[in-house]
Structure formats: structure tokens, C-alpha cells
């Protein structure tokens, strides 16, 4: 029996399979849970989720559009996903958006207003209006994981707007895992290492980062995403009762190297 037999939830974030929500999706589906997947709204972007999804090997998935900048997308997801399954265990945010115009060494300064604001509200905020919506449906408690990146910490050039939403998520993560903390939720984040993805892609120097990593790392190379799909595994499983309100890295050890 796998370890999530029985378990129901959401994972936010599969754009297609290189997406981490995919690997988490792999990994939470090869111990038995039973997942939903929301995703951006339009036709190409739901035959892409769904491509993937299915050459994970779920047969028949439950999928949903959904902006999560939209408060209506996401009362929708809630009134759906408790017709589909009454109550849920787990929701993963493996989301974030910022114009990657700003997300180039050196054009931090430059950020304007409404380009901060869109970051912060789709990479931030919206985890906090997820566990709004959906706590009301996990009344055995449960597990919210989101994305985080070192970025959150240290000034990486190019990371910029993005960094500043990602210390907003992991502060998030701490008021929410405080007060959910009564309802039997936990609320953690993942610090990834890098890996090409659609969203990473966009980031300015990307590829002098996993050259870095490889080389100073003390595992002296990049991760692979089935080890963030892994530890997403252990978050929302019973292995992980005592946990809240933390940021676990998976990142091959980089953050703990000082020189
Ligand atoms: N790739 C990396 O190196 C890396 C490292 C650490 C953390 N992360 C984080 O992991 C998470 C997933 O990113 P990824 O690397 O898998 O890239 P990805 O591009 O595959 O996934 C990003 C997802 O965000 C979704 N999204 C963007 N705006 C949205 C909106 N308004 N509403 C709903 N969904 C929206 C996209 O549709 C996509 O599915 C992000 O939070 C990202 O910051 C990525």
C-alpha cells in the first residue's frame, strides 16, 4: 500500500512535463493519492496539462481552468473540487509569474509598479487565497506545500522581482502554517535548486547558475525534479506530522556553502 492511499487533493502548477508540479503530481500519484489538477485557462493550455498528466499514467483526469489571480477562478475551483471530492488532504502551489522583461541582471531598480504588484499577487498571495477557499474542506487537517527559491534570501542577479515575491511566500507560509496550525494543516515550503523549466527559462543568466551549483554544491551537481516530487511526497504524507511552517531545501546543499 502506498503511502498516500486515500488521500485527495489539488496540485496547482503542471504546464506541461518538465513542470515541478509534474514531478510532484508522479510522485504523490505512485503512492496512491488522487489528484486534481487546475490549471492557466484556454484550450492549448489545458491540452498541454492534460498531456502530460496522462503520460504520468492517470487515466481519466480531473482537470480545471483556473487564473489564480482571479478571486471567481478560484471559488470555482473550491465549489468544484468539493462536488468531485467532499473534502480534500493536500493542496500544492507550484505557480508563480512575473514579466520576465524585469527578471534580467541589473533591471531590478527598474521594476515598475504594476509589474511588482502582478509577482507578488500571482506568486505570493495567491497561496494565501488558496487556504482560505480550501481549508474549509480539509477538516482532517492536512498539508499546503509552495515553490519557494534561494532568491527568497540572497540577492541573485536576474531573480529580482521574483526573489522579492518568493521572501513573501516563505513569510506567508509561516503566518498561515500559525494559524492553521489548530486546524491539523500544515504549511511548508520547498526551496528548489534550479532545473529548466518553462518559468525558469525566462530568467536572465540562468545558465552561469547551474554551472555554479554544479561546481559549489556539496553534492557537486544540479538536482533533478523527482527530488522535489519526493519531498513533496514526505510533506504531505504522515512522515511529516511534526512539520510546519518550514522551508525545506532541496537544492543538492548549496544554501549552507558560505564561500
Ligand atoms: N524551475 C526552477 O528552477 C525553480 C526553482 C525553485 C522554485 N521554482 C518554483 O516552482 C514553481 C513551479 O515552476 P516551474 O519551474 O515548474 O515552472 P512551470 O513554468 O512549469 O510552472 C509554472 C506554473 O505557473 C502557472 N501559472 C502562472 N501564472 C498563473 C496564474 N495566474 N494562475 C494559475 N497558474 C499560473 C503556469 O501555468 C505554470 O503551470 C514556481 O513557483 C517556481 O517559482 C522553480
Known sequence: MGLLE???????????????????????????????????????????TQKAIEAIGIGDPWLIPCDAASDDDLDAVLAATKERFDTIDFVIHSIAYADRTYLKPGMF?????????????????????????????????????????????????????????KAALEAATRYLALELGESGIRVNTISAGPLRTL???????????????????????????GEVGKTATFLVSDLSTGVTGENLYVDAGYNIVGL
Open 6 to 48: 486515500g488521500r485527495k487533493g489539488l496540485i496547482f502548477g503542471i504546464a506541461n512535463d518538465r513542470s515541478i508540479a509534474y514531478h510532484v503530481a508522479q510522485s504523490l500519484h505512485e503512492e496512491g493519492a488522487t489528484c486534481g489538477f487546475p490549471h492557466l485557462p484556454g484550450e492549448k493550455n489545458a491540452r498541454r
Open 109 to 165: 531598480h527598474q521594476t515598475p509598479r504594476d509589474v511588482w504588484s502582478q509577482a507578488l499577487d500571482i506568486s505570493a498571495y495567491t497561496l494565501v487565497a488558496m487556504a482560505q477557499r480550501f481549508k474549509p474542506i480539509m477538516p482532517r487537517g492536512g498539508s499546503i506545500i509552495a515553490m519557494s527559491y534561494y532568491g527568497a534570501e540572497k540577492a541573485i542577479p536576474g531573480y529580482n522581482v521574483m526573489g522579492v515575491a
Open 199 to 225: 518559468s525558469s527559462m525566462g530568467v536572465g543568466g540562468i545558465d552561469e547558475i547551474f554551472d555554479w551549483v554544479a561546481k559549489k554544491s556539496p553534492l557537486q551537481r544540479n538536482i533533478e525534479a
